[in-house]
């Protein structure tokens, strides 16, 4: 039998499911990480989130018949609500996590392509203004602790907390951590003697750091970030203005807090400390969450990166950047109500 | 150096070209019927000149244009006509035809006798062109006189020749280009002389660079003020507004021609049957066409009469390998699918394609990935007039530019959703005229 449709006959074979397993694998090395960081802990905090999320996904097919687990969107969430859990996290948090994505951010908005926030992230907040206290305690990576599962506050809120409290005029977040007895890797301090860089931040770049399951390791989620560049599945308009405009912003405000003054904000400890990386690479990315054309793309990494800088230097939470991405979704109807391309011809001539 | 091409979306589709761009032009054997149809052009349909029975002539007028934007059809063959009847073409037009038997003695000494076209006068070769029922062969088949009659106060700047081909699986523009540089380029030169263009340019993609190389080298041998410009590769830069955009940097604004950019766009299959009809004082009746796609036993390139039916042209490329899922008159992108073997080509019959079941995916909802945003040349929001049309919503489609829209397919093929983009545009411009 001869099929009969409308052109075009051809197809360049990319798919929805196509793109989301490639995120999900362009992920998977950062996660790999976590699990080898934190133990296997970790590793249970990430198939509960990923099974939850499925579930429900399933779940709620059933009652709308409709099957959407193969395109693997709930996957996606179920990976990235994993990446943004404390290794320690009760296991419950995860689950309501979980189903408050899939179920409430995404499914009452009409389901893929329809919600107007990144459900990973809105679960994450719902359970982090839930249960705040539990989602703030972390514990060291392997490299950091003789013995497992030493609990300790991530370098941003160490620095947050030293800064409230008003005793740190003048001092930098390295003296800062220094002070407060934060170690660094035996490997690290050992770079950092060859090259001259600051072992913290070597750390933190590495993945020696205390922090979400998925957010450690910087090296890996720009190895996994640089594969769905290639793939052509991101485009560098959102993460290069996020990183861009927070590293810019950072460098002439951020010391301020510290009583630095203008031009002394540490620009690479801020960007490699907290979820910054992943979110500029993997949560700000969301194609259904973030503005359709590339001039709106623009304007949602700045402000992005303006918010993200905006409430870690002068707001009271040490990390944000999850919130600034939510604000940024509720803003992405609006540029691209009013963010067009240009119209072919409307250019005068020549 | 960079090659230059347009800037604003564009997709780069796998080319297929290899299927047929080695096998020469052969020409098609006269098949036992024809069926010719009367609207082979953009326009009203020719009248019927014909009743069954009547005898023919090859060359002989069987239908008159009817209107100004209208153009004559003329048969292929001597033979007899057997029947008047209606036909529904690939792009589903239903409309009178004139089914031709065709003697088994063919008088082959007609159009041998060569004509000096510079000491025609413009007028007298746009009479010619019109008398001989030329049309656009790129696709939209606008009858060529029409597109060339200059209004008094108007000036040609650019005579762009368009040999881009830049649907995928087509080669019969390359073939041509390969085999017949001399009669183009003289066809190109009866366009000049007619418009009188301050430039000529060929805009040609670089993946045919031995066309561009024999060009080039017939152009030195003649020594012609025309200029052959290779295009880097990108769809869809056949169109005359990419290809203006590429070749002269100068934008058409929406509604309107080139000719508002002070440039004329013609085909090289057109100048190929200018130079006939003007040359030789032979009308269009035969074009030139790929018979191609993976389900074809061997693809090829034949010149083949108009009303040939594609059965006919698909036993003569060895018939199908395996059943295919499609069969699309012109190119995958922008070609017509149809189910009719007995369906006739037209002027407009780039080429016959047989395409398998490529790999199905399901349909998702609009991820707004923007991927189609980003592949309109037009800047258009696909996505965005999508949800409009399926919402019903036709009147804000059309204030979105939806009439902007040339279906040329590049938003459908980049959609990871595998979305009916074009289709749905197709509807909304139906449904957004009638109200």
Not at chain 2, 353 to 370: E, N, V
Request: hydrophobic letters at 45%; glycine letters at 10%; charged letters at 15%.
């Amino acid at each position: 039998m001869r099929r009969v449709s409308s052109s075009p006959h051809f197809h360049s074979g990319v798919s929805t499911s196509n793109i989301m397993f490639s995120v999900a694998a362009a992920m998977t090395p950062a996660c790999i990480w976590g699990v080898y960081a934190f133990g296997l802990r970790a590793l249970l905090v990430l198939v509960i989130s990923i099974a939850s999320c499925l579930l429900t996904e399933y779940l709620l097919g059933l009652i709308s018949k409709e099957n959407t687990l193969w395109d693997g969107s709930a996957l996606v969430t179920g990976m990235l609500v994993g990446m943004n859990m404390s290794p320690s996290i009760p296991l419950f948090i995860p689950v309501i996590a979980s189903v408050f994505a899939i179920a409430v951010a995404k499914w009452t908005f009409g389901g893929l392509g329809a919600n107007w926030a990144n459900p990973a992230i809105a679960g994450r907040a719902f359970v982090f203004f839930s249960f705040s206290s539990a989602m703030s305690s972390f514990t060291l990576p392997r490299a950091l602790s003789a013995v497992d599962v030493v609990s300790s506050a991530t370098p941003l809120s160490m620095v947050k907390t030293a800064v409230a409290g008003g005793e740190v005029a003048g001092m930098t977040s390295t003296q800062i951590l220094a002070q407060n007895g934060y170690m660094a890797s035996d490997l690290a301090t050992k770079i950092a003697k060859a090259t001259g860089f600051n072992a913290y931040n070597i750390d933190a770049f590495i993945g020696n750091i205390p922090g979400c399951i998925g957010e450690v390791s910087k090296i890996l989620i720009i190895v996994g970030a640089i594969y769905l560049f290639c793939r052509k599945i991101i485009t560098w308009h959102i993460p290069l203005t996020y990183l861009g405009v927070y590293a810019l912003l950072t460098w002439i405000f951020g010391g301020i807090p510290n009583g630095l003054g203008f031009f002394r904000g540490e620009v690479m400890a801020n960007m490699l400390r907290g979820g910054l990386i992943l979110g500029a690479f993997f949560m700000a990315t969301d194609m259904v969450t973030c503005p359709i054309t590339h001039k709106g793309m623009v304007i949602f990494g700045i402000g992005c990166g303006f918010f993200t800088f905006l409430f870690r230097s002068f707001g009271s939470l040490p990390e944000s950047t999850s919130v600034a991405i939510l604000l940024m979704n509720i803003v992405t109807p609006t540029i691209d109500r009013f963010v067009k391309p240009k119209r072919f011809g409307e250019e005068v001539a020549k | 150096m960079g090659l230059a091409t347009f800037r604003k979306g564009g997709v780069h589709p796998s080319d297929m070209k290899y299927l047929s761009n080695k096998q020469p032009i052969e020409r098609f054997p006269i098949p036992e019927e024809l069926v010719i149809s009367m609207s082979q052009h953009l326009g009203a349909p020719a009248t019927v000149l014909k009743a069954p029975g009547d005898h023919v002539s090859r060359g002989e007028r069987i239908g008159q244009a009817s209107g100004f934007i209208s153009a004559d059809v003329h048969s292929p063959v001597d033979g007899t006509v057997t029947e008047i009847r209606k036909v529904t073409m690939a792009n589903s037009v239903c409309c009178d035809a004139v089914v031709i038997k065709p003697d088994e003695v063919q008088n082959d000494k007609l159009y041998t006798k060569k004509i000096d076209y510079n000491s025609l006068s413009s007028e007298q070769i746009l009479a010619e062109i019109k008398d001989k029922g030329i049309v656009g062969l790129g696709g939209a088949t606008f009858p060529a006189h029409v597109k060339m009659t200059i209004s008094p106060g108007r000036r040609v700047d650019n005579l762009v020749i368009n040999g881009v081909e830049c649907e995928p699986y087509l080669t019969a523009d390359h073939r041509l280009m390969l085999e017949h540089p001399m009669e183009i380029l003289e066809g190109i030169m009866v366009c000049r002389k007619v418009l009188d263009p301050a430039n000529t340019i060929i805009g040609i993609e670089a993946n045919k660079g031995d066309a561009i190389e024999t060009l080039r080298a017939a152009i030195e041998k003649r020594g012609y003020p025309i200029k052959v410009m290779p295009l880097k590769m990108k769809y869809p830069q056949g169109d005359e507004k990419q290809l203006l955009k590429a070749t002269t940097n100068r934008e058409i604004p929406s509604g309107k021609l080139p000719l508002d950019v002070g440039a004329v766009v013609v085909n090289v299959g057109t100048t190929y049957a200018i130079f006939n009809a003007v040359v030789y004082g032979k009308p269009l009746f035969e074009r030139v066409v790929t018979i191609t796609g993976e389900c074809i036993a061997k693809p090829c390139n034949v010149i083949a009469p108009i009303g040939t039916k594609v059965s006919d042209l698909v036993a003569y490329a060895g018939g199908f390998t395996t059943e295919p899922d499609k069969l699309v008159s012109g190119g995958p992108m922008m070609g017509f699918s149809f189910f009719d073997m007995d369906t006739p080509i037209a002027k407009g019959t780039s080429g016959i394609l047989a395409i398998p079941d490529k790999k199905s995916y399901r349909q998702t909802a609009c991820l707004s990935c923007g991927s189609c945003v980003a592949a309109c040349p037009l800047g258009l929001q696909p996505t965005r007039l999508y949800a409009l049309i399926t919402n019903g919503r036709y009147e804000e489609a059309m204030k979105n530019n939806l009439m902007d829209c040339k279906e040329c397919g590049c938003c459908s093929f980049s959609c990871p959703a595998h979305l009916d983009l074009v289709h749905a545009f197709k509807t909304g411009k139906k449904m957004g005229r009638k109200k």
